[in-house]
């Protein structure tokens, strides 16, 4: 895996898809973080041997992805962060790029 201009960009657009994701539908978010978390517990921690076909080969691959998806797991809770540090008028303006209505920010 090669860090590209295009790979940073998909990694921030994911980031902020997956921000707007956590405050429309709760629910489908968490199902998908501990979905994510599992697999990539389970990948991590499994034994690599000869002749294993896998589609990420290397220990060193495991460990890039795993720093990817903590990146923007960062980023997404970062987003939130600065959601509630903002002033309200500035919340306001955040509120119209996603698209928020009162209430859904808990």
Known sequence: MEMTVASLIGCVGAAILLYWLRDRCRLVYGMLEITVGVIGVSILLR???????????TRTEQLKWAAVIAGIYIMIRGMDNVYHGLSAQWRRRWDWVFHKTPGHNV
């Open 47 to 57: 034994p690599l041997g000869p002749g294993d076909i896998a589609i990420i080969t």
